[in-house]
């Protein structure tokens, strides 16, 4: 019997951290796998999937640029990736491909798990309106707070966002850099994808309090600029995207081989060698 192929699929996707993190989850749950990190383009994405699955592969994670695109090849889409509008699990069944997204299950799982927020009448501010932010809002109403309010560069793409998921919970859009002053926020996530291109757009200032998290998605070894302008601004935490990383990766992994890992130990690992 061959080994089980798994692996992560994107562009570019050499700084993926997705390989070391299933590896060290088959390690500890005893499972005899090999997960592959898999340089694809967009017009070769097709291709490269239905060889990777005609070959004896598994299951793939999908990562940027094509969680939306990928969703044209799943024969079956799960509620949350439908929701989502985008795929990052993708399990091979016989002739079958199975699509599900367990981003948005990561981040609840780091923010009520790993950090004990109680999300349930909390006010959340999410910067940006991009796909990561599809991604998050349909679980965030799911935890039923008492406001979410999407706040973008772009009004008509978060007003876009707020109006599709307007039906699941108090959900409302605002300009980037006129979040009204009086709101008072538990919890602001950084969504946009700024920092990854290097820029500090002009964070709502206003909205920090001493009782505020500020979650990025994103993550580093040294804090992201979402994070030090948190610190500066006197938020009560400042937490970088590790644990979302790790749990939606566990998910991933649950789905696949039917064991859930222990995410405290990975995330431990992860967060001193990154
Ligand atoms: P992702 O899938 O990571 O969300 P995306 O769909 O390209 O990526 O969305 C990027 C998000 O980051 C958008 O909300 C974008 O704002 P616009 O809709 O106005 O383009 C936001 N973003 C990127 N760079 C930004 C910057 N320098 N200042 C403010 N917002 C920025």
Avoid at 49 to 72: A, D
Avoid at 80 to 100: Q, Y
Avoid at 198 to 218: H, K, M, N
Wanted: net charge negative; hydrophobic share 40%.
């Amino acid at each position: 019997m061959s080994i089980d192929r798994y692996g992560v699929m994107g562009y570019p996707v050499s700084h993926s951290r997705s390989p070391v993190i299933h590896r060290l989850f088959a390690l500890q749950t005893s499972q005899d796998m090999q997960y592959e990190l898999l340089q694809v383009t967009p017009e070769k994405l097709e291709i490269a999937v239905r060889q990777f699955q005609r070959t004896g592969g598994k299951g793939l994670n999908v990562t940027v640029p094509h969680k939306s695109e990928i969703t044209r090849l799943v024969d079956h889409l799960s509620e949350r990736a439908s929701t989502a509008g985008a795929v990052n699990t993708l399990t091979f069944k016989e002739d079958e491909i199975l699509g599900d997204n367990t981003d948005g299950f990561g981040l609840m799982r780091d923010l009520v798990a790993n950090l004990g927020l109680t999300l349930e009448g909390s006010n959340i501010l999410v910067l940006g309106a991009g796909g990561a932010t599809r991604g998050i809002i349909g679980p965030l109403l799911d935890m039923q707070p008492a406001s979410v309010r999407i706040a973008n560069r772009t009004l008509g793409k978060a007003q876009a966002l707020a109006d599709h998921f307007s039906r699941s919970g108090p959900v409302t859009a605002c300009r980037f850099n006129v979040v009204p002053v009086s709101d008072q926020y538990d919890l602001i996530i950084n969504a946009t994808s700024a920092g990854l291109h290097g820029e500090s757009p002009p964070y709502p200032s206003a909205a920090v309090s001493e009782s505020t998290v500020c979650y990025d998605l994103s993550y580093g070894l040294n804090a992201t600029p979402f994070s030090a302008w948190a610190i500066e601004h006197g938020a009560a935490q400042a937490v970088m995207g590790w644990g979302m990383l790790v749990e939606q990766a566990a998910e991933s992994f649950r789905i696949w081989r039917g064991i859930r890992p222990n995410t405290a130990e990975v995330l431990k690992h992860m967060k001193i060698t990154a």
